[in-house]
């Protein structure tokens, strides 16, 4: 019990500063304004007692769970985790799946799927392929397509970048009183404003104190994630079947909830429905969806999870395949107080503390080897994860096979009951992911974000201008793919950095390539290949 209460909450008077300090009261933590009057709830400590302002941790190897933490661990076919202090086990082989250790712990993948894999399986190159296990399954990345090369090393296969093509560095602005983006403005496109969330709430579900939680929820996220700001900006009702979510879905209802309260979205539903007043709703030009579910359909289930910005991960690129420009949290009953923090960091581009990026990011000599292993952020402690870093104290992990001291405070770790903070540079992500997403969410809907490939208009960062079948915008801004220019593609959903994918030739010999429309000022040799614009040679195929 803290030793001296602080004041219960009473009038205000103004001239106190809010969010003054976090202390203890009543064994939970909360936020005081300078006044010391209490303001919300900032942490909720369940039961484990409160002392100078942060919850105590509960020790992973209570009597209940005997060692064993939510990141779970596998015994032959068998995924066991201590999920709300007790200890829960799913025979996978019972549902005909396998037990695999993947990013987010324990889990029961299917033992029928094609591209299952052991978790040693190592990496290998299959004609400037990387082929490598990832949570169970096999995946391949393409590194022609990052101007790389698939090479094999001491540690195993990598792809390795040309150093003859550095990636040009990205600017974006951020809310921070400088031109970030070096286009004569400050602080432009909203990025200091507080982001909205929209609350997806099922029909019918069984959601206890969603509201305290909710707002418990907020105050952390809003200390942990700081300078960034948040508000719950509208709750929504959806349909039932959202009750149990299925994570294979994760995608398409993004696609359907990123957009769903968006002000062209809301207009358009207006026009079209004749029942509606002439005064279409009020929505917004930027927000976070929040999708409040019972329970995720997986074994053991999860707390929560969230989509990544352009598939990316600690400035690593996770995947070939096309990412949409929308995104999703999603939450469960099981979450703890801070898991609306953890997700948020996923959804604004931090890993996991234990992942390993090495695995996806190209080697570039040019790049310091803290951004491109680990979690690619450089000030982050190694952590090799909670399976091998035990707890001998309530929030001090001790590595057993590796020289390493994890931050179990990290609110990107898997240290349950400990996680309350990030670093200066996972903050520093966060903010350009969180701008990113700013300048994409008008263009989720292609026609809102019409561009002419070779005019002055730019896209926003991380978009590029490719054709479609857009009624009334031919060419639109998209979220680049992960092809550079020169890379081969077959549609344009491959390509970044203002390439769109041009077809050289007569088909079936046809071959295709991620190709730049001739600009003022571009670096590159302009031809005519019977556009209404001129390309950069460079980036087509050799005949």
């Known amino acids: 019990m803290p030793t001296s209460q602080p004041r219960k909450p009473a009038p205000r008077t103004g001239g106190c500063a809010s969010h003054a300090s976090l202390a203890c009261y009543d064994d939970d933590v909360w936020w005081f304004d300078g006044c010391g009057d209490l303001q919300v709830l900032a942490d909720s400590c369940g039961g484990r007692g409160c002392n100078a302002g942060r919850c105590e941790a509960a020790l992973p190897n209570d009597d209940a769970c005997a060692g064993l933490d939510e990141y779970g661990r596998c015994e032959g076919d068998v995924a066991?985790?201590?999920?709300?202090?007790?200890?829960?086990?799913?025979?996978?082989?019972?549902?005909?799946?396998?037990?695999?250790?993947?990013?987010?712990?324990?889990?029961?993948?299917?033992?029928?799927?094609?591209?299952a894999c052991a978790p040693e399986a190592p990496a290998t190159c299959h004609d400037n392929h990387l082929r490598l296990c990832v949570d169970g399954r096999f995946t391949e990345l393409d590194c022609s397509a990052r101007k790389a090369v698939c090479s094999v090393g001491q540690d195993g296969a990598r792809c390795v970048a040309l150093s003859a093509t550095p990636r040009p560095e990205l600017r974006v602005e951020v809310c921070d009183g400088h031109d970030n983006n070096l286009d004569g403005r400050v602080d432009e496109g909203g990025v200091c404003d507080v982001a909205p969330l929209v609350a997806f709430v099922p029909a019918g579900a069984a959601l206890d104190d969603l509201d305290a939680r909710m707002q418990n929820e907020l105050a952390i996220l809003n200390r942990v994630l700081d300078p960034l700001r948040f508000r719950w900006g509208k709750i929504v009702e959806v349909d039932a079947s959202y009750r149990r979510f299925d994570p294979k879905d994760l995608e398409a209802m993004a696609a359907v909830l990123s957009q769903a309260q968006s002000n062209a979205t809301l207009a358009r539903t207006a026009v079209a429905d004749q029942h509606t007043p002439a005064i279409a709703p009020a929505g917004?030009?930027?927000?976070?969806?929040?999708?409040?579910?019972?329970?995720?359909?997986?074994?053991?289930?999860?707390?929560?999870?969230?989509?990544?910005?352009?598939?990316?991960?600690?400035?690593?690129?996770?995947?070939?395949?096309?990412?949409?420009?929308?995104?999703?949290?999603?939450?469960?009953?099981?979450?703890?107080?801070?898991?609306l923090a953890h997700e948020m960091g996923h959804y604004l581009g931090l890993c996991h503390t234990h992942e390993q990026v090495e695995r996806f990011a190209v080697r570039d000599a040019n790049m310091p080897a803290c951004a491109r292993s680990g979690d690619g952020i450089c000030d982050t402690p190694l952590d090799p994860g909670a399976s091998l870093c035990p707890r001998v104290e309530p929030c001090e992990p001790v590595c057993t096979s590796v020289a390493a001291r994890?931050?179990?405070?990290?609110?990107?770790?898997?240290?349950?009951?400990?996680?309350?903070?990030?670093t200066a540079e996972q903050s520093a992500e966060t903010q350009r992911n969180?701008?990113?997403?700013?300048?994409?969410?008008?263009?989720l809907d292609p026609r809102a974000c019409p561009c002419q490939p070779a005019g002055d208009a730019v896209c926003p960062a991380e978009m590029s201008c490719h054709p479609g079948d857009h009624q009334g915008a031919p060419w639109s801004?998209?979220?680049?793919?992960?092809?550079?220019?020169?890379?081969?593609?077959?549609?344009s959903s491959q390509c970044s950095q203002g390439a769109f994918c041009l077809w050289q030739g007569a088909a079936p010999a046809a071959a295709a390539s991620c190709t730049r429309p001739c600009r003022p000022g571009d670096a590159c040799t302009c031809i005519d290949v019977g556009l209404p614009f001129r390309v950069c040679s460079e980036d087509l195929l050799p005949h």
């Not at 359909?297 to 600690?314: E, H, Q, V, W, Y």
């Not at 994890?406 to 990030?422: I, L």
Request: with cysteine.
């Open 406 to 422: 994890p931050d179990a405070s990290n609110v990107m770790s898997y240290y349950m009951g400990c996680r309350r903070a990030m």
């Open 434 to 443: 969180m701008s990113l997403r700013r300048g994409w969410f008008p263009c």
């Open 477 to 491: 801004c998209e979220l680049d793919g992960a092809g550079w220019p020169g890379a081969s593609c077959r549609d």
């Open 80 to 115: 066991k985790a201590c999920l709300a202090g007790r200890v829960m086990s799913f025979d996978c082989r019972a549902k005909h799946a396998r037990c695999v250790m993947t990013s987010e712990g324990a889990q029961c993948l299917a033992r029928d799927d094609k591209h």
């Open 284 to 339: 917004f030009d930027f927000y976070i969806p929040v999708l409040f579910t019972e329970r995720l359909l997986m074994d053991p289930p999860k707390s929560g999870i969230s989509t990544l910005p352009n598939a990316r991960c600690g400035r690593a690129r996770l995947s070939d395949q096309p990412s949409p420009a929308g995104g999703v949290i999603v939450l469960t009953e099981l979450r703890r107080p801070e898991t």
